[in-house]
Nanobody
Framework: QVQLVESGGGLVQAGGSLRLSCAAS????????MGWFRQAPGKEREFVAA????????LYADSVKGRFTISRDNARNTLYLQMNSLKPEDTAVYYC?????????????????WGQGTQVTVSS
């Protein structure tokens, strides 16, 4: 059974930082890209960032480029999202997911396993 468990969310003031983690288990994630998505109340789930297995290629949404950094530790089967200079519009539930393929993708339907999400709230 594949399991993805996010952690690290919370309440932070605008301009602050948070680091999200996603612990993966249940299968080998070698050669699979992984990504982060988010969903704010009343909005559709949107792509945030993705990374290939070796971390050579990354992809970011324009809204987070230069502020967020995605990384992974394959030895620990853990995905990270470092979020700096947070804004109130970053408030959302953040989800990690595994891609069906090795290439990074912004499309949610390219991802097959999802975590339960972690809440990030940024106050103004």
């Amino acid at each position: 059974q594949v399991q993805l468990v996010e952690s690290g969310g919370g309440l932070v003031q605008a301009g602050g930082s948070l680091r999200l983690s996603c612990a993966a288990s249940g299968r080998t994630f070698n050669n699979y890209a992984m990504g982060w998505f988010r969903q704010a109340p009343g909005k559709e789930r949107e792509f945030v960032a993705a990374i290939t297995w070796l971390g050579i290629n990354t992809l970011y949404a324009d809204s987070v480029k230069g502020r967020f950094t995605i990384s992974r530790d394959n030895a620990r089967n853990t995905l990270y999202l470092q979020m700096n200079s947070l804004k109130p519009e970053d408030t959302a539930v953040y989800y990690c997911a595994t891609d069906r393929n090795s290439a990074v993708s912004t499309a949610a339907d390219e991802y097959d396993y999802w975590g339960q999400g972690t809440q990030v709230t940024v106050s103004s």
